[in-house]
């Protein structure tokens, strides 16, 4: 019995080595080097590229508020309303001083005088119908000028006026002429009504196939209004050809 036994745990150890004598064991794979970067999804924003820096615009030159030349502009604004502008240079303020004596600038004032001159041709300083000083500052070089008098012509001294009450011109301004503040009083004396333009009017406008639109235009509007009374009348508004 115990010699069976041992038969058959032999029988089993060789069935056993003979099932395994073949196999060799399974070689290791490598393993992945462990990543730096946490085990999820990294999204990327998308920003739109910055585009260059645009440098700004350059500011436009500034116009000079002087040029150094001695002017004296006039201008009507409105029927009542004048408007000045001028510049005067060192030179006359100098030469003023070596005339008048030094220190006679601040001495004396500067004024507008206003002068008005309708209807004079050459103006001499002296003939005008009337004048009016406007007194004004030293730091000014334009000036608002109330008239009150449409449809007249003014011309303006820049000057100045002495401790002794003398007026010293210094620019003369051009004449200006203040706009009329109603309707023109010219009316013509007669109307002169051209049959030729009555002919235009049919022709292109009504067509020369539509009689009857003529004879409807002549009776609303009339003879007497077109001008046509006592006109020799034309064969074509007669006969309607």
Known sequence: ?????????????????????????APELPQPAPSSL?????????????PAKIPAPSPPPELPRRYGEDRLVLLARDPYWLFAYWELSATKQEKFEEIHGSGSWKASRPVLRLYDVTGIEDF????????????????????????????????????RILPSGTFVPLLRSNPAHTPRASLSECLDEEWLW???????????Q????????????????????????GASPAPWMEGGK
């Open 124 to 159: 001499q300083g002296y003939n005008a119908h009337y004048f009016v000083d406007i007194p004004i500052n030293d730091e000014a070089d334009n000036w608002y000028i109330e008239v009150g008098k449409p449809n007249r012509t003014f011309c303006v001294d820049l000057g």
């Open 1 to 25: 019995m115990l010699g069976l036994g041992i038969l058959i745990l032999a029988l089993g150890f060789w069935l056993w080595f003979t099932k395994h004598r073949g196999e060799k064991p």
């Open 206 to 229: 009504f067509g020369l196939g539509s009689p009857l639109i003529l004879e409807e235009l002549k009776a609303r509007l009339g003879r007497e209004k077109l001008g046509l009374e």
């Open 194 to 204: 051209l049959e030729e333009i009555y002919r235009s009017l049919y022709k292109y």
């Open 38 to 50: 946490p085990d999820m999804e990294i999204g990327t924003e998308i920003v739109p590229p910055i």
